[in-house]
């Protein structure tokens, strides 16, 4: 790839190049196969680069000696879009896979199909446009609003019938691609509407879902990532996981071992739900400390915290705790289904400062609407405890609830925006003193809004979006939103 000349393409070019060059290359990522997919994740680098997903994907699809599987992440103010890879523009792919996690880096997609003037439905692309595959955790929830955007959607876990699709896009034409998807299980392919055969998927243990980069920023930089747990053995009425992902899966501690013995790394970064919730926990451990790794966790399940497994985060340079009540009450957390009560808050709080930890973030959810002030009040009384134990720092990051479908709160509305930011409000006064963040209301209910939309209010969004621009489409998408909640 020679350098681009225009000087916006370069500073683009020049950004792109930067981030793969803070990366640590753990294992060699194969480059060389005649049929490119670009792997998107259509949110900004940090929040890419903290999933797995942005590592293992490629890893997967370049598994088979065909494929050239490039990274690709998303920046309002790019044109080109280049390869993490090889600083290749997108233009250059014929197939563009997306991986979306989160329901507003909708938008994101979306902006780049229109940069790249490739139509926004499948339904007007032509055979010299890229083929559009979406996937990610986003298929959890509702798939509806990926259905008239996408040429072809996979659901849930790409493991499962990797060797189908990685064959599948080896197809010598769009058509024969987009035939061969339709005819894999997890797989709808809009234009095709039935199966033409059923096809046999493969053992899940079979695979250690881990990186071959180490990145240098995001929520685990320099740290390789390993899932050693996927899906979640709780019932928490607001979580998709915990109830469509079950029964959880867990890596035995052998294969762990076995890859820390044969990658020259000691920093690991372990997905899990929660990683307290993980059977061999203490075995895990032992290789942690037989190999002197350093170790962060994606998730704590607080009442089933050990001072082992503390001990060992504070000595991987973990300074700061974090847990997350999800509300104040214990009224509350048991309409949530959390499964939490204030002894175990407290007793999780003192084993943490026993072990010296000083600085504590909480994580809430508000705006239920069997909400009292009451129950506001008692976010304020956790805060209070934690400052009485001793912790010289009180981080407190709340999200309103956003009812998601597949969870039990499926049926729910979020609450008005005008009481959202009343609570808001009560919550800043009575928290002063503390450190406190919200999630932005406004976003938060165009999330709720993309979550349950259907397919005739998303088509209508994509007409609107020919015309406008993405900032436009999110003040349309929350106006819908808000008067949906009133």
């Known amino acids: 790839m020679r350098r681009p000349r225009r000087p916006q393409d370069f500073l683009e070019y020049e950004k792109v190049l930067k981030f793969k060059e803070s990366e640590k290359q753990i294992e060699e990522t194969e480059t060389k196969g005649d049929v490119r997919v670009a792997l998107v994740v259509p949110s900004g680098y940090e929040v890419a680069a903290s999933g797995l997903a942005f590592h293992y994907v490629q890893k ?32 250059e792919f014929p197939i563009w896979l997306f991986s979306v996690s989160f329901e507003n880096d909708f938008s994101n997609l979306l902006d780049i199909l229109k940069k790249k003037d490739v139509p926004l439905s499948w339904k007007e692309r032509e055979d010299y446009h890229p083929l559009i595959i979406i996937g990610g955790a986003v298929t959890y929830l509702n798939e509806e609003f990926l259905i008239p955007v996408a040429d072809a959607v996979y659901y849930g876990e790409l493991e499962k019938y990797l060797d189908l699709f990685t064959e599948a896009l080896t197809g010598e034409t769009k058509q024969e691609i987009l035939s061969s998807l339709s005819r894999i299980p997890s797989v709808e392919v809009p234009s095709l509407k039935e199966h033409s055969e059923i096809a046999t998927g493969v053992d899940l243990n079979d695979f250690l879902p881990h990186s071959s980069v180490v990145p240098s920023r995001g929520v685990f930089p320099g740290k390789l990532l390993v899932e050693v747990g996927r899906g979640c053995i709780r019932r928490c009425a607001f979580c998709i996981f915990g109830k469509n992902l079950k029964p ?114 909480m994580y809430f959810i508000y705006g239920l609407e069997e909400e009292t002030e009451e129950d506001l009040e008692a976010f304020k009384k956790l805060g209070d405890l934690a400052v009485r134990l001793g912790y010289r720092e009180v981080h407190m990051s709340f999200n309103p609830l956003i009812p998601k479908p597949g969870t039990e709160f499926e049926r729910r ?45 998303v088509e209508s969004w994509l007409k609107f979006f020919e015309k406008s621009d993405k900032k436009l489409l999110g003040k349309l998408i929350y106006e819908e939103g808000r008067k949906r909640l009133c």
């Not at 599987?69 to 044109?79: A, I, P, Q």
Request: aromatic share 10%.
């Open 413 to 457: 509305k979020m609450e008005p925006v005008d009481v959202l930011r009343k609570k808001e409000k009560i919550l800043k006064n009575l928290l002063k003193g503390f450190r406190v963040d919200f999630e932005s209301i406004r976003e938060s209910v165009v999330q709720y809004t993309i979550a349950h939309a259907g397919k005739e209010e």
């Open 60 to 91: 997967l699809l370049n598994s088979h000696p065909r494929i050239r599987c490039e990274r690709f992440f998303y920046d309002e103010t790019f044109k080109k879009f280049y390869s993490l890879e090889t600083q290749t523009p997108i233009d």
């Open 248 to 361: 959880a899966r867990f890596v035995k501690p052998e294969r762990f071992e076995e890859l820390v013995k044969n990658t020259p790394y000691s920093e690991y970064g372990l997905i899990s739900a929660t990683i307290t919730d993980y059977p061999w926990l203490e075995d895990l451990l032992d290789t942690v400390e037989k190999y002197q790794l350093k170790i962060s966790v994606s998730s704590l399940r607080l009442d089933r915290l050990s001072e082992r497994l503390l001990r060992t985060l504070k000595d991987s340079g973990q300074r700061s705790f974090t847990i997350a009540p999800e509300a104040g009450s214990q009224r509350i957390r048991d309409i949530l289904k959390k499964d939490i009560t204030d002894e175990q808050i407290e007793n999780a709080l003192k084993l943490a400062r026993k072990l010296d930890f000083d600085r504590v973030k």
